[in-house]
């Protein structure tokens, strides 16, 4: 079981590796796509990236519907941490 600020931190670390982002443009409200700008071929890289690092796939269907860092971070809280 991960907290989601464990989770966050994955997050940020792989944005940070992946894109040359800085840790500081990074929040949970973060856009992907407007603040960050990840495009689709980028974000197919941060689910494989995010599957090495988790153990757990997102599926891409699910990672349509996620628009923010935070929305990322509910996605992988919920393959990590399914409900009992």
């Known amino acids: 079981m991960q907290s989601r600020d464990a989770i966050f931190a994955l997050l940020r670390d792989a944005l940070v590796e992946l894109f040359e982002l800085e840790p500081e443009q990074i929040s ?16 197919i890289d941060l689910i494989d990236h995010l599957k090495q690092q988790t153990g757990k796939k997102i599926a891409a269907e ?3 519907a996620v628009r923010t860092v935070a929305d990322v971070v509910e996605a992988i809280a919920g393959l990590m941490n399914p409900p009992e």
Request: charged content about 35%.
């Open 28 to 43: 949970l409200e973060s856009n992907l796509y407007q603040d960050l700008e990840i495009d689709s071929i980028d974000a």
């Open 62 to 64: 699910d990672f349509k």
